[in-house]
C-alpha cells in the first residue's frame, strides 16, 4: 500500500510540473482557440454573401435573356399590326403588346433590384474583409508566440512525460482512474497531504482518529471535506526523494 500511496504522490508531483508548463502558455490557448472560430464563423459568412450575390447575378441574367425574348416577341407583335384585318385581331394583338411590355418593365425593375441588392451585399464583403485579415494576422501573431514557448518547454515536456508514462504504468487502473476523476473535478491537485493535522488541499482539520490511521499508510482516505486523496507526510517525503 505504501508504494501505491508513493507512486500516486510522484504521479501528482509530475502532473504539478506539467501544468506549470501548461501555465506559462497562459490564455493562448484559448486565445488561439478563439480567433479561428472568429474566422472560420467571418468566412462562412463572406462565403454565404457571395453564394447570394452570384444567385442574384444568376437571376439577373435569366431576366436579361427573358427581357431580350420578349423584346423579340414585342417586334414581331409590332409588326403583324400593319397585316391585321380586323378589329377583333387588332385588339388581341394590341393586348399581347402590353402584355409583354407589361414583362419586360417587370423584369427591368427586378433586374434594378437586383442590382442594388447584389451592389449592397458586396460593399458588406468589403467590409468583413479586413476584419477577417486582421484577425488572421492576429492569429499569426498568437500562434507564433505560442509555438515559441511550447518550444522553449520542448524538451522538459517530453522528459515529464516520459516520466508520467513511467508512474502511470506502475499505477493500478482503479487507482489512476480515482485520481484523475478527483483531479479533474478539482482542476488541480488530487492528493492533499496532512500537514499540522490539517488537508493541505482545503486547510480542514482531519479528525485525530483518521490522522492515525492515514499514518499508518494502509489504506486509501480522502478528506471528508474536499474529498481529496489524502497521504501523510511520509509518503510525500519518500515520493519526493526518489523521483
Ligand atoms: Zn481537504
Redesign the pocket.
Known amino acids: 500500500m505504501q508504494t501505491r500511496l508513493t507512486t500516486l504522490y510522484q504521479l501528482q508531483i509530475i502532473d504539478d510540473q506539467l501544468d506549470e508548463l501548461e501555465e506559462l502558455r497562459g490564455d493562448l490557448p484559448r486565445a488561439v482557440n478563439e480567433l479561428i472560430s472568429q474566422i472560420q464563423s467571418i468566412a462562412d459568412q463572406i462565403e454565404a454573401k457571395e453564394l447570394e450575390k452570384q444567385n442574384s447575378l444568376d437571376k439577373r441574367k435569366d431576366n436579361d435573356e427573358e427581357v431580350e425574348r420578349l423584346q423579340n416577341s414585342l417586334k414581331k407583335f409590332k409588326a403583324q399590326l400593319y397585316q391585321v384585318r380586323n378589329n377583333k385581331e387588332y385588339d388581341a394583338l394590341t393586348k399581347e403588346i402590353d402584355h409583354t411590355e407589361e414583362r419586360i418593365n417587370k423584369l427591368e425593375t427586378e433586374n434594378l433590384a437586383i442590382e442594388d441588392l447584389a451592389e449592397k451585399i458586396k460593399n458588406e464583403i468589403k467590409e468583413l474583409n479586413p476584419n477577417l485579415e486582421e484577425l488572421k494576422t492576429e492569429l499569426k501573431e498568437k500562434e507564433a508566440e505560442l509555438k515559441k514557448i511550447i518550444k522553449s518547454n520542448e524538451r522538459e515536456e517530453a522528459k515529464l512525460k516520459e516520466q508520467r508514462e513511467k508512474y502511470t504504468s506502475q499505477i493500478k487502473k482503479n487507482d489512476y482512474n480515482t485520481y484523475m476523476r478527483i483531479r479533474k473535478a478539482l482542476g488541480g491537485k488530487a492528493i ?1 497531504v496532512v500537514v499540522r493535522s ?7 482539520i ?1 479528525p485525530p482518529q483518521r490522522q492515525i490511521e492515514i499514518r499508518q499508510n494502509k489504506r486509501m482516505y480522502t ?6 486523496l ?1 497521504v501523510s507526510s511520509n509518503i510525500a517525503d519518500s515520493a519526493r526523494e526518489d523521483i
Not at 490539517?198 to 480542514?204: D, E, K, P, R, T
Not at 478528506?223 to 481529496?228: A, N
Open positions: 492533499a490539517a488537508c493541505s488541499g482545503c486547510f480542514n482531519v478528506c471528508e471535506s474536499c474529498g481529496r489524502l
